[in-house]
T-cell receptor
Framework: DQQVKQNSPSLSVQEGRISILNCDYTNSMFDYFLWYKKYPAEGPTFLISISSIKDKNEDGRFTVFLNKSAKHLSLHIVPSQPGDSAVYFCAASAGTGGFKTIFGAGTRLFVKA | KAGVTQTPRYLIKTRGQQVTLSCSPISGHRSVSWYQQTPGQGLQFLFEYFSETQRNKGNFPGRFSGRQFSNSRSEMNVSTLELGDSALYLC????????????FGPGTRLTVT
């Protein structure tokens, strides 16, 4: 039972355009959501997060939107750059600690120059 | 500050053997979590250690075990290896137990033949 789903295994976007990565979750107890970025041969690195009391969080080119009623969150990257090409993991937590953090399967983003 | 380091980076083992993976957290971090990453499955939580004690455990068989030393370094052991254990094993550290944000190492790629 996948509680966190990233339904698009891959996404290809032209440099300068917007990249939108989507994530759906099923557990209404999740109260904190994170996005991690992973380059080949490296571990995931924290990118941006959002608490369930908010519906938007912005950090530079990265914005995360949360729609609690739809149990959906998305990561927007504007403008996309070739260096953004990586695998992006969505994660949701029902409390603190790795034990309660569930990761999606990841979406591979290709940004074409 | 040095990041999370994991050794070895790559490992090839035969079915039935056992393996030990090592993780050194960021200096000052006392919580270490382990994850298994397989294609299409995201990151699956294995266990979390804090102050040399296992605090949380994921849904993995008893062949998977771990420990943490007084300097916060952690080891993970898998006994009686199976083909399905082939995966990227990631270690993550946090300053305290139960932190939402985790800092990942590059992982150990284990191949079981």
């Amino acid at each position: 039972d996948q509680q966190v789903k990233q339904n698009s295994p891959s996404l290809s976007v032209q440099e300068g355009r917007i990249s939108i990565l989507n994530c759906d979750y099923t557990n209404s107890m999740f109260d904190y959501f994170l996005w991690y970025k992973k380059y080949p041969a490296e571990g995931p690195t924290f990118l941006i997060s959002i608490s369930s009391i908010k519906d938007k969080n912005e950090d530079g080119r990265f914005t995360v939107f949360l729609n609690k009623s739809a149990k959906h969150l998305s990561l927007h990257i504007v403008p996309s750059q070739p260096g953004d090409s990586a695998v992006y993991f969505c994660a949701a937590s029902a409390g603190t600690g790795g034990f309660k953090t569930i990761f999606g399967a990841g979406t591979r983003l290709f940004v074409k120059a | 500050k040095a990041g999370v380091t994991q050794t070895p980076r790559y490992l090839i083992k035969t079915r039935g053997q056992q393996v030990t993976l090592s993780c050194s957290p960021i200096s000052g971090h006392r919580s270490v979590s382990w994850y298994q990453q397989t294609p299409g499955q995201g990151l699956q939580f294995l266990f979390e250690y804090f102050s040399e004690t296992q605090r949380n455990k994921g849904n993995f068989p008893g062949r998977f075990s771990g420990r943490q030393f007084s300097n916060s370094r952690s080891e993970m052991n898998v006994s009686t290896l199976e083909l399905g254990d082939s995966a990227l094993y990631l270690c993550a550290s946090s300053p305290v137990l139960g932190s939402y944000e985790q800092y990942f190492g590059p992982g150990t790629r284990l191949t079981v033949t």
